[in-house]
């Protein structure tokens, strides 16, 4: 019963979605809420403000647990470590002032389509529904399974044929109103948030109210000037806030809303054709694509006719893609399921550009509306950056424990005053002053906006190398980065593609080469009819563009594309592509050849075809182009070469991007429909036409900067969609697999029969590229090698990486540990290999073009974007230079950023526990330090420290070690632990001794030097108490003597942290904090040396003799010496500390180093020319021995 309850109760909303939500139903009760108001009023507020920063505690206060059913509230937590709570109202939506669609009636269903969530959701008799907005996406409450549904998008079961013949005459007047009411208008709606909420939310952050609670105290007290410094410097922060929200805001808003009010065309059913703004369009509409560029103002899924889109906005790459129409099948499966992967060529996407339609000959081009509004995939992206994913970095949690552990010493502090001044019979009032100024004095309240100021100016600096960021928090992580994913067309290698040469196939052989270029141009036949038609190419603004390699391709045969654009008048006529001999093409015995069909190429597939004719011929040819090993399966057997796989790999080896050509005649009768061609029996009994081999040259920055970062130990790892003999030549001509260094590639094959899965490892055999010789990777058979150390590479495709992972995966983290070569990688496997990095506490980048890359830049740690936008929405980073350069520049400034944080995070811990010595030194004899004293410690010194110390720029080496990770490490707890112990020694002694010297009285009013430098003589303590009336003095020798000692330490401490190499410049060349530094430092010894009285008056000072202050200093000097030994000579020393964890026989935890140790120790492992079987278990996990062994140690 309990577990039912339970069950209501609390659901999983988006389940298995990345925005996976834990759903709690609780209902309002009066008497709760009630005590609650009242808490409130007695708390003068401070109940509602735990409650603005709890939401769980302010539903749990006011609401009682029931099921969601029942609930008027839910609260929502995000399934992630963070644990965060969200607390929404339960709406409700009234559909009865809406007439029924015309003969229905209240039993039947609302909406056509049966399947459709809105015919669960409405209550009946009443129709109503409940609904809730999470992240600005609608739920309505589904009363047939109990749930929270999202609407505002069509059913992913709906099949091909079901999205054809339900939704493709359109929507009746009745349904689209039902449907507007249930999913809400289709608009991205980014409001312009009041300066005032901006205000209203700053104000009320923790850190705020903290501090406001501190300035009321100090005013109290009596410190004007300081309260009012920072009073100042606190409407300044908080207004530079707002703006820079507000600036945001409004830029989010206007990019958003020109495409919330097109003008779109919509077909209605029995009411034909009807010009609407989109913002009235629902999920089911069908719209019309007549020609004209249209900004695509939702998701909508091609039905009739093929369109050209941009899909710049989304991807980064303005490189146009040809949209299909979704072919009307009978097939059972969902239509997403059908289209497999490759689903998104019927797609057109909220945000992007359609810049060409192409008209079936039964009317214009038509799309069914998939998903409107925040559901989009341009709603999804701005959601992406109005609720950014929380990054989970050591650095920000190890921040928070300091502020905890400060407040524990602050408490410590304050029953210590509390003693004190009990003890001394003071009034209650100045009792709770003081201990509270002692503890607000413990916990500078500026940790949290300091851990940022070092993030800011890296980002400034990336900014000037053209990296731009749009995650801030992201920098510091990156400055931990050990491992950088790199995709290799476009990215390591040029983004475009020479022509190298062409193997023509003739009766099962090899012909001649044809090499590019070539002063006798391609000879007519079927290859070049494969090379002139078989692409995806589009004449826009009269130039020809498309994907690079379908363009080096079209233009190794001197064919033209005739510009189409002037054919989109024609009434209705199939807008085809022609292509024509051009001038300098070889003569050929056709006019042209009409491309009528295409089956574009997508990453899953990795083939394309095209229907074409030759213009004035009846018959119909089919022309595909795609990955050898892919295109060798659709041909009939007796027409590829018997040593194909050796030619292959001849040219794959040198590091050649090689495309296979093959061709097939269409045996169509007349006037057929050539769109209505299933692919799979279209692509079928080929002939294969031969190789195209293309050279694809290593940029020049690649080899450097590879070089740089395996000097730096970090690992570089290849993932691409290119063949894998390709891809491991690639990684070896640019250093990621060195000289003597072998390869083995590892072959894995799903179950066959009764044959289990199988995995095996072969040594590939080195070649040299420049050879002439036909050159193989090839597996070595003859003989068992053993490999020693970390001297090999595994290398595999994405075909066995799934099988790995589905049959194999116990042996995965073993094959990470040292891969080094993915090829043939999907989109969804190479996210899938990046979150499997990360589980072994790797710190992952990825550096990819941003086109089919998103998914695994999203994933990284730091994903870096090549792209020539300011912003890729892909990745948090985009860089314009389209190079590697930006990846060791990133990891520069994410080293130098997380130095910085932490340097300041100590300098404020430091400059907390010197401040919190002092004034405990003195509440021991109920004195203080003065106003201007404070003033000048707070704001002269250490704010400006805080502002400049981050200054200082990455060092422009990389250090073959990552700075430390936590603030809580030994290194980092032993210098402010150390600092801390000879603060106290050097301010206790100040104090002890002072009272040593033969010219010390207890109190004293005489602040000026005698002519002589004489001492002052006692006087009555009248009139020497602080401007709060009480009877705590300011005036003392012990005041005089503590405030250089505590000023000047924060100056040595600010120096002595603000180290350089390895991670930042040195910090001369900081030139600011530097000249800043020595300010401060006279500043300083000029107002304790100056014998002059408005000085000394002002600073509320006691004359001392000039050998106690050059006492002081040689006190000041010895702490800086034995500070800057103990920093530089022995905290900071890396070969110091290896041997203490040697010695100690310290092991590091991560999973990889685990690993790691674990295969030094394996004699069998890497297994080299064997092959080994899944266990043969229901879910056929291979098992081994070794694994499992190990793991239990």
């Known amino acids: 019963m309990e577990e039912k309850l339970w069950k209501d109760h609390c659901v999983l909303l988006n389940k298995d979605e990345e925005n996976e939500l834990e759903i709690f139903g609780y209902k309002t009760q009066g008497c709760r809420k009630a005590l609650c108001i009242a808490g409130s009023i007695l708390s003068c507020g401070a109940l509602l403000l735990l409650f603005y920063w709890k939401p769980e505690w302010d539903v749990w206060a006011n609401c009682i647990r029931c099921s969601l059913e029942e609930a008027d509230i839910v609260l929502l937590r995000t399934t992630d470590e963070f644990h965060r709570y969200t607390r929404k109202k339960v709406t409700w939506i009234d559909l009865s002032g809406w007439a029924l669609p015309a003969g229905s009636n209240s039993d039947g269903p609302f909406v056509a389509d049966k399947d459709c969530v809105i015919n669960r959701a409405i209550m009946k008799p009443q129709l109503k529904m409940r609904c809730i907005q999470v992240q600005k996406i609608r739920y309505i409450w589904d009363f047939s399974v109990k749930e929270f549904r999202k609407v505002g998008s069509l059913e992913d079961r709906n099949t091909c044929h079901s999205i054809h013949h339900k939704f493709g005459a359109g929507l009746t007047r009745e349904e689209r109103k039902i449907r507007q009411l249930a999913c809400g208008p289709n608009a991205i709606e980014v409001e312009i948030r009041p300066i005032w909420k901006l205000l209203f939310k700053e104000i009320l952050n923790p850190f705020y109210v903290f501090q406001a609670f501190t300035l009321t105290l100090w005013l109290s007290q009596g410190y004007v000037e300081y309260s009012v410094a920072i009073i100042i410097l606190s409407i300044v922060s908080v207004g530079l806030t707002v703006y820079d929200l507000r600036q945001q805001s409004t830029k989010l808003h206007d990019l958003v809303e020109e495409h919330n009010k097109v003008k779109v065309t919509v077909c209605m059913k029995s009411e034909g054709c009807k010009e609407l703004e989109s913002c009235y369009l629902v999920p089911g509409d069908v719209l019309l694509l007549d020609g004209k560029k249209l900004a695509l103002p939702c998701d909508a899924v091609l ?181 950088v994913c790199f995709d290799k067309t476009g990215t390591l290698t040029e983004d475009g593609l020479d022509l190298w040469g062409l193997i023509p196939s003739e009766g099962s052989r090899f012909q001649k080469i044809h090499k590019f270029p070539s002063s006798t141009p391609l000879p007519w036949g079927p290859v070049c009819g494969a090379m002139a038609s078989c692409h995806s190419l589009v004449v826009l603004n009269k130039k020809i563009q498309g994907d690079p390699l379908d363009l080096k391709m079209f233009e190794g045969t001197h064919w033209e594309v005739e510009d189409s654009s002037a054919a989109q008048d024609g009434a209705g006529a199939p807008n085809i592509c022609v292509i024509r001999p051009g001038p300098k093409a070889s003569s050929a015995p056709v006019e042209g050849i009409a491309v009528l069909h295409q089956f574009p190429f997508s990453s899953g597939l990795q083939r394309m075809s095209v229907v074409s004719q030759k213009i004035g011929e009846e018959q119909y040819d089919l022309y595909m182009k795609g990955a050898p090993e892919i295109v060798s399966n ?71 900067v590879l070089r740089e970062l395996a000097a730096a130990r970090i690992r570089s790892v290849m993932v691409t969609g290119d063949n894998l003999q390709t891809a491991v030549t690639v990684a070896r001509n640019a250093g990621m697999i060195h000289a003597g260094s072998k390869v083995v590639l590892i072959e894995a094959n799903e179950p066959e029969g009764s044959a289990p899965a199988s995995i095996a490892w072969r040594l590939a055999e080195d070649c040299k590229a420049n050879t002439a010789a036909p050159c193989e990777v090839c597996a070595n058979t003859e003989e068992k090698i053993t490999l020693e150390g970390e001297n090999y590479h595994f290398a595999m495709n994405g075909k066995s990486y799934q099988v790995i992972i589905k049959h194999f995966y116990s042996l995965l983290p073993k094959m990470l540990v040292n891969a080094t070569v993915f090829a043939r990688m999907s989109p969804g496997q190479k996210s899938s290999l990046i979150e499997e990095f990360q589980k072994l506490n790797y710190y992952v980048g990825m550096c990819g073009d941003g086109a089919n890359d998103c998914g695994a830049l999203k994933t990284a740690h730091a994903g870096i974007s090549l792209s020539e936008q300011e912003a890729s929405v892909a990745s948090p980073f985009t860089s314009q230079i389209p190079n590697i350069q930006c990846v060791p520049e990133l990891i520069r400034e994410g080293r130098a950023a997380l130095v910085a944080s932490f340097a300041v995070v100590k300098y404020l811990t430091l400059y907390g526990l010197i401040q919190f010595v002092g004034t405990a030194l003195l509440f021991w004899q109920l004195q203080i330090f003065g106003n201007h004293q404070y003033l000048i410690q707070d704001v002269i010194i250490t704010l400006l420290v805080c502002l400049t ?121 900081n030139y600011v904090f530097s000249v800043l530094l020595a300010l401060q430092l006279a500043i300083c010894l000029f107002l304790f040396f100056a014998d002059i009285d408005a000085v000394y008056s002002g600073m509320q000072f006691l004359c001392t003799p000039v050998i106690w202050r050059v006492y002081v200093l040689l006190m000041l000097l010895v702490t800086f010496c034995i500070s800057f030994f103990m920093e530089d000579v022995i905290l900071q020393n890396k070969r110091l500390w290896l041997l203490i964890k040697a010695w100690s026989g310290y092991q590091s935890k991560s999973q990889y180093r685990k690993w790691q140790r674990m295969l030094q120790r394996d004699p069998s492992w890497p297994p080299i020319n064997t092959k080994d079987f899944a266990a043969k278990s229901t879910d056929e996990t291979y098992i081994n021995p070794t694994y499992e062994h190990s793991e239990g140690d």
């Open 949 to 1069: 110390m981050s200054l200082t720029e990455a060092y422009p080496k990389l250090a073959p070690y990552r700075p430390p990770g936590q603030l809580l490490s030994p290194p980092l707890l032993l210098s402010v632990t150390l600092n801390v112990f000879f603060t106290i020694i050097m301010q206790t002694c100040g104090f002890l001794l002072v009272k040593q010297q033969p010219w010390y009285v207890a109190l004293a009013t005489q602040r000026h030097c005698s002519p002589g430098n004489q001492t002052v003589s006692p006087t009555s303590p009248e009139g020497n108490s602080s401007s709060s009336g009480a009877q705590i003095t300011v005036l003392s020798y012990e005041d005089t003597t503590l405030w250089p000692l505590f000023s000047i330490n924060c100056i040595i401490v600010a120096f002595v942290f603000s180290k350089g190499k390895p991670f930042r410049k040195p910090i001369y060349t």
């Open 303 to 483: 039905i009739d006719g093929s369109c050209v889109v941009n899909e710049g906005m989304l991807t980064g790459e303005s490189i146009p893609v040809t949209k299909m129409p979704l072919p009307l099948t009978e097939s059972p499966m969902p239509w997403k399921t059908h289209s497999m992967e490759d689903y998104r060529r019927h797609v057109l996407f909220c945000g992007t550009e359609v810049i060409q339609t192409k008209p079936t000959g039964s009317g214009p081009a038509r799309a069914v509306v998939l998903r409107t509004g925040f559901n989009t995939a341009k709603g999804d992206l701005v959601r992406s950056i109005l609720y950014p994913k929380p990054v989970n970095f050591k650095l920000y949690r190890d921040a928070f424990k300091f502020i905890v552990g400060l407040s524990v010493i602050g408490v410590f502090g304050l029953i210590y005053t509390v003693c004190v001044f009990v003890s001394h019979k003071k009034p209650v009032t100045d009792v709770v002053a003081m201990a509270l100024l002692l503890l607000t004095v413990a916990v500078p309240p500026t940790i949290p906006a300091a851990l940022t100021t070092g993030t800011v100016y890296a980002q400034r600096r990336l900014k000037k190398k053209k990296i731009f960021c749009i995650s801030p928090q992201r920098i510091n992580i990156c400055g931990q980065i050990n491992l």
């Open 634 to 704: 659709f041909c009939r057997q007796d027409t590829a070469p018997a040593n194909f796989l050796k030619e292959l790999k001849t040219y794959t080896s040198q590091g050649f991007r090689v495309i296979a050509l093959a061709h097939k005649v269409l045996n169509l009768g007349k006037d057929v429909d050539v769109s209505n061609l299933e692919r799979e029996e279209a692509e079928s009994g080929l002939v294969f036409l031969g190789l195209l081999v293309m050279e694809n040259r290593l940029k020049q920055e690649t080899m450097p």
